[in-house]
């Protein structure tokens, strides 16, 4: 046993002897251009090929790095088993998992095994850098074989980019958007003002026929799945909504589903914070694709009336100079205060030119008059589905019975339901004000809810009865009056005592009449 630790030492000892020798009689240069050398052989009888993925990239962060990172961590990593970092980035609703240190990951794509690395050295001190720089340097290499290069790349980058970007917008909290200040810039060069959307509407919550919904959630479905459809037949990735019907039939908290069941953000647009044409292309501009740019109430926002029905607006004076040549202030600013988007700078808006700088966007128009929009405004191609926001219906009235008192169909309460069915059509009650009853009364328990509702759904309709029967009523004796002014005097002789002069007049009168 002496003997081996004997000859083991005197190896040891002879391999320092020759490394330092090495190290004395050949230069660092030599020894790494053989060492580049022995690299370049190795890998060229090697059945794979590498790439690095570096985290930064000069001065600026890498993208690809972050992206890789994103997509190994939530797709590749959970399903292999790897040692993973838990974290949750700012104004995030789920959690991310990172990959670990010098921890290896094994994907596939298009039928070809890669393999991702990931690799954490400490950064060896250099000169000085204005920028503080990460104490250890990161990297993925990705090994890939020499036959698969053709397939991978850049399909696999690219696959990976969109993948990550997807992950990133899935995980963080939607954003509603508004222009508070019109067209102007912030500080950043943005019009618009975020907030986080939180609103908790979805399809499931929402009052409406259960058949509309599913078809409003399969063209949603389309519309987002359709990149590859909208380019093969040359039209520009968008679609428009228009929601109409009277007030309090739930045209927000559809927009609102519809922002979270695509997980798309909002952009409100308030039409009379701007001032001219130019200004709302600029806000157009600065959308973001996988968007729903709202335009509520837009019949009380511009006037965008039917053309068809009015008559044609007289022109508008323009400020006289005096007689010195000076324009009146007064009044030119007053002019230049008004708004002036127009139906044509609206119309480009949503369907000309400018509407394809982004894609993947939903333009939504909500009314309560339908009939006063100008019909170039509701054509298809503009406004591609029409929706009708209308009354509370019966299945309507039982997702909101769920909703508010978590109403499962009890047989007690079957000979309410019964009513409920019954009345509720003739009242023509909005989803609104069935909430609202159904607010005040959750804490009396579910049956004495129903039968509130009951009453008040019966008051409501009974009275619309009474209404409709007196406007009836009414309209027929205005049209007996009409009838009776309008046909010609017969039979009717003149009175006694009359003379031939007042004959004659009424004659004349008659025969005017009936000319």
Not at 27 to 34: I, N, Q
Not at 488 to 510: I, L, R
Request: proline fraction near 5%; hydrophobic fraction near 40%; charge should be negative.
């Amino acid at each position: 046993m002496r003997e081996y630790w004997t000859a083991l030492a005197s190896l040891m000892g002879a391999v320092a002897f020759m490394q330092g020798f090495l190290h004395a009689v050949f230069p660092p240069e030599l020894r790494a251009a053989v060492a580049r050398l022995l690299g370049r052989m190795t890998r060229s009888f090697s059945p794979y090929c590498y790439f690095d993925v570096t985290e930064t990239d000069g001065m600026s962060n890498n993208e690809i790095y972050d992206a890789v990172q994103l997509y190994l961590s939530s797709t590749a990593a959970p399903s292999s088993g790897a040692r993973l970092s838990l974290t949750r980035p700012h104004n995030a609703s789920s959690f991310t998992f990172g990959l670990a240190a010098s921890d290896r990951v094994v994907d596939a794509f298009l039928g070809a095994a890669v393999t991702w690395e990931h690799v954490v050295a400490p950064r060896q001190s250099g000169g000085f850098s204005w920028r503080p720089l990460p104490e250890e340097k990161r990297r993925f290499t990705l090994r890939i074989r020499r036959g698969d290069r053709e397939k991978l790349l850049p399909a696999y980058l690219d696959h990976i980019l969109a993948t990550a970007q997807e992950i990133r917008r899935r995980s963080q909290d939607r954003l509603l958007y508004t222009n508070a200040r019109g067209g102007a810039m912030d500080g950043r060069g943005l019009p618009w003002d975020p907030v986080p959307f939180k609103h908790p509407s979805t399809f499931d919550t929402l009052a409406m026929d259960p058949d509309r919904k599913e078809s409003i959630k399969a063209d949603l479905r389309d519309f987002a799945d359709g990149s590859a459809f909208y380019e093969r037949t040359g039209r520009a990735w968008k679609r428009g909504y228009l929601l109409y019907g009277p007030p309090g039939t739930g045209k927000s908290s559809m927009i609102a589903a519809m922002a979270n069941f695509l997980g798309y953000d909002v952009y409100d647009l308030e039409l009379t914070e701007v001032s001219s044409n130019a200004e709302l292309r600029k806000l157009l501009m600065k959308t973001t694709s996988k968007s729903i740019i709202v335009i509520e109430d837009i019949d009380c926002s511009v006037d965008l009336t039917n053309r068809a029905a009015l008559p044609a607006p007289a022109p508008k004076p323009r400020p006289r100079p005096s007689i010195d040549g000076s324009v009146d202030q007064d009044a030119a600013g007053a002019a230049a205060g008004r708004s002036s988007i127009t139906l044509s700078g609206l119309l480009n808006f949503t369907d000309g030119l400018w509407s394809c700088c982004g894609s993947e966007r939903i333009f939504v128009f909500t009314t309560n008059h339908i009939e006063k929009l100008d019909p170039a405004l509701l054509r298809s191609g503009r406004m591609d589905m029409h929706v009708f926001m209308s009354y509370c219906s019966f299945p309507a009235l039982k997702i909101l019975l769920k909703n508010y008192l978590c109403f499962q169909g009890d047989a007690d309460c079957a000979e309410v339901m019964s009513g409920l069915e019954e009345w509720i059509d003739a009242a023509e009650i909005t989803p609104a004000d069935v909430s609202e009853v159904l607010i005040k009364n959750r804490r009396n328990g579910e049956k004495q809810a129903m039968e509130e509702l009951l009453d008040v759904i019966k008051a409501r309709a009974e009275k619309r009865l009474i209404g409709t029967a007196a406007a009836r009523k009414d309209g027929e004796v205005e049209e007996e009056e009409k009838r009776a002014v309008g046909s010609p005097k017969e039979g009717k002789e003149p009175a006694a005592g009359n003379d031939s002069c007042e004959v004659g007049q009424d004659e004349e009168t008659d025969a005017k009449k009936q000319l």
